[in-house]
């Protein structure tokens, strides 16, 4: 089932096929018509067995990106075996750095954005890309930059994306969705997710982060233009020394405005963030913080997520285990995804997620700029399955604390932190509060040359 089959000139896996031609679908192989009635029959069985409705799980399948990650995870445990974390032909989602242009200045951007690449994709390339990923088997690709918006291929990719059946999503600074009418375009062009980007509840201090006067206002209007156009919409913002005493604020804003969602991201020392090592915050800063956030969560009953690997960890010691967060994008309490904590895994780096740069080339995250290969000149697969990668994803291979914590398989520490800090992306990750000793000596180290990192209490 999990053997490739190409059909109207798409290549997916038989399963795939069966699972679309079971929820309805009649533009399907041969095969998958005869091989449907089978598992339609095993599916009503299994239901009768459980006492469960049918129609919801139906209902759950008709979203092909919902397909292709199940199927994408059979072809792991056919070709890996069952691993923990689990292994995969091909990442769960792929944020792609879609051009180097952007039209704000934020001091902590992973990409130093700016002015575009000379040499970043075509168009005829961009959408090579999107074939290539769909063959692949990606569930979902996230558009992100620069900002994607301003470039004028934004328009075509997003509808090759909806068209393939990827669950398409944009990380953006939401000017642009200030416009309704733009917001509006992209949701008829099938865009599902937008994550807008505000660093403060407060205009002027947003404002300083991104560089730019009077963004934050826009930023806000793009963020109620998601919501009141039905898009599974939420706010992100980068947590540093400088707006951690917003974080409160930062969640009346987004349940002022209807959001569900709040992420929390990482501040990684990359790109401008290199030029700012003063704004990451202390071990102690980040533990107190995580399960300030995670309490809120519970408090105001919206989604609180985190990028920090250890909310993971802080999640499962703070609910005596009831709940899990184990992704940079969920939190659950369900006994399923309890028992597969450990198998999804923590840090998704190089194994449920990846990155694309504009010129093409692929790296683990995108806060990671390690270049593992350009998709211009070699395959998918062969840069996914490429030495550094298998090195990678391995836990066993993890140096220091990292390598031997308990919590391990559902945290692994941040190594885009660790690669940026110590040139190692199996070093340990000094942000977390059992790895408070490598923080201070990297705090004296950097003294020495200069780079201050002062402290600051939780507000």
């Not at 490739?4 to 192989?29: I, T």
């Not at 560089?211 to 826009?218: E, F, L």
């Not at 990359?270 to 990451?280: H, K, T």
Request: charged content about 25%.
């Amino acid at each position: 089932l999990t053997k490739e089959v190409e059909f109207n000139g798409e290549r997916k896996p038989l399963m795939e096929w069966v699972l679309a031609k079971y929820v309805g679908e009649e533009q399907c192989p041969t095969v998958a018509h005869f091989v449907a009635p089978f598992f339609e029959m095993g599916m009503k069985l299994a239901t009768a067995w459980l006492h469960a409705d049918e129609e919801p799980i139906k209902e759950l399948l008709s979203d092909p990106a919902i397909r292709r990650g199940i199927v994408t995870t059979l072809r792991g445990i056919a070709l890996f075996g069952v691993t923990t974390p689990q292994k995969l032909p091909a990442p769960f989602f792929i944020v792609w750095n879609f051009t180097n242009a952007c039209n704000l200045k934020c001091i902590h951007c992973y990409q130093n954005a700016g002015k575009p690449l000379p040499n970043e994709l075509t168009l005829e390339e961009k959408l090579r890309v999107v074939k290539e990923l769909d063959e692949a088997g990606v569930p979902a690709i996230a558009l992100s930059g620069g900002e994607p918006t301003v470039h004028r291929d934004f328009w075509p990719v997003l509808a090759e994306i909806s068209r393939r059946g990827f669950y398409p999503a944009i990380a953006t600074n939401g000017t642009t969705f200030a416009n309704l009418e733009f917001a509006e375009r992209a949701k008829k062009l099938g865009l599902r997710y937008v994550e807008i980007s505000i660093d403060a509840a407060d205009p002027a201090v947003h404002d300083k982060f991104r560089g730019v006067p009077g963004v934050w206002s826009k930023a806000v209007q793009g963020l109620r233009n998601a919501v009141k156009l039905g898009f599974s919409a939420a706010l992100a913002f980068t947590v540093t020394k400088y707006n951690i005493h917003e974080v409160d604020k930062i969640l009346d804003l987004a349940q002022e405005i209807g959001v569900k969602r709040v992420v929390f991201f990482n501040f990684v020392p990359v790109g401008r963030g290199r030029e700012n090592l003063e704004i990451d915050l202390s071990p102690e800063e980040r533990e107190e913080f995580l399960r300030h956030i995670y309490k809120e969560m519970k408090k105001r009953k919206m989604e609180v997520i985190s990028t920090a690997p250890q909310y993971g960890r802080v999640v499962n010691q703070l609910s005596n285990g009831e709940d899990v967060s184990p992704t940079h994008f969920v939190v659950a309490n369900d006994p399923i995804t309890r028992e597969l904590t450990e198998f999804i895994g923590g840090c998704g780096a190089g194994r449920v997620y990846a990155a694309i740069e504009p010129e093409g080339t692929l790296t683990p995250c995108v806060f990671l700029p390690y270049p593992v290969g350009n998709l211009r000149t070699k395959s998918f697969w062969d840069i996914w399955m490429d030495p550094f990668m298998e090195n990678f994803r391995d836990r066993d291979r993890l140096e220091g604390f990292c390598g031997k914590c308990p919590y391990k398989l559902i945290c692994g520490g941040c190594r885009a932190r660790a690669y940026n800090y110590f040139g190692d992306v199996l070093a340990p990750d000094p942000g977390c509060i059992y790895n408070s000793a490598e923080w201070r000596k990297l705090t004296e180290d950097l003294a020495k040359i200069k780079v201050k990192i002062s402290p600051l209490v939780f507000k």
